[in-house]
Each structure stands twice: as C-alpha cells, then as structure tokens.
C-alpha cells in the first residue's frame, strides 16, 4: 500500500504562483510513476501532468504547458507540481496519484494509489 498526502494548495490571485507536494509513506516511490489531476465542481476528474519512474519522461495538458511542472524527488519519496501564471480556470481540488509502471498516463483508471486532494483556488 501506499499512502498519498497532498498539500500546498490555498487561494492565490491570478498569476500567482503555488506549489503542490504530493508526500507517499508505506513504499518508495521509486516503483510508481507519478500524476496530477485535478476536479472543478461538477465536473470530472483531468489529467493535469504525470512524470515518470525513472523521471526522464513528463506529460502535460495542453492547457497547463509552460506554465505547470512536475517533478520527483525520490530520496524524500515526494513529487511536486510547480504551477506558474496561474489562472481562475485552474481552480480544483488537485489529486496525486501513483501507478505501478515506467510511465505516467492520463486516465485516472490507470493509477492504483491516490491521495486526499488539495483544494487550488485562483481568484480573477
């Protein structure tokens, strides 16, 4: 098992910047490639950005490229979602997520491990 706790989130203005930790206990993560997603209200939940085992490899939405990145750092067992320039539609809860493989998916199904959520809020 691995348990995921995400934190980092909180309300910024438009163009601000945050910084999401995604923090796993029980296994390393050395085994997991690693994804972001994101839910709005009412709506389900999206891939965001996923980077994989060994590290070499990421993935973005396109509504998120140059101004989101991923990254992991396995001897602390934590990935990071560094969002930049950031804007009211990218108001969610932001999920991490671990899958067992090399690389990272878009599918939520694709992903074994998921944490709690952290609420982003991004005021106009």
């Known amino acids: 098992q691995v348990q995921l706790v995400e934190s980092g989130g909180g309300f910024v203005q438009a163009g601000g910047s945050l910084r999401l930790s995604c923090a796993a206990s029980g296994r390393t993560l050395t085994n997991y490639a690693m994804g972001w997603f994101r839910q709005a209200p009412g709506k389900e939940r999206d891939f965001v950005a996923a980077?994989?085992?060994?590290?070499?490899?990421?993935q973005y939405t396109d509504s998120v490229k140059g101004r989101f990145f991923i990254s992991r750092d396995d001897a602390k067992n934590t990935v990071y979602l560094q969002m930049k320039s950031l804007k009211p539609a990218d108001t969610a809860v932001y999920y991490c997520?671990?899958?067992?493989?090399?690389?990272?998916?878009?599918?939520?199904?694709?992903?074994?491990?998921w944490g709690q959520g952290t609420q982003v809020t991004v005021s106009s």
């Open positions: 980077i994989s085992r060994s590290g070499g490899n990421t």
């Open positions: 997520a671990a899958r067992r493989g090399s690389d990272g998916r878009r599918s939520p199904n694709e992903y074994n491990y």
